[in-house]
């Protein structure tokens, strides 16, 4: 998974994970949700099913749709 700004730059570069884990999984295992801070928002397409753990540590999900 890759953690990128606005502006284009790269913020985050998780680990490579194989087999079947889920986005969910990735989000949580990675340490991304440790380098949000609250009112950060966070844009995923559809298959992240994230928006509990955002809305835990008080960052918004915006779920684009393709």
Do not use: H, W
């Not at 985050?12 to 380098?35: E, P, Q, W």
């Amino acid at each position: 998974m890759v953690g990128i700004a606005l502006s284009g730059s790269i913020t985050f570069i998780s680990a490579v994970y194989g087999g079947r884990a889920s986005d969910k999984f990735i989000v949580n295992d990675s340490g991304f949700l440790d380098t949000l801070e609250p009112d950060d928002e966070v844009m995923v397409d559809k298959g992240f099913l994230i928006e509990d753990e955002l809305a835990n540590i008080q960052c918004k999900l915006i779920n684009l749709r393709f």
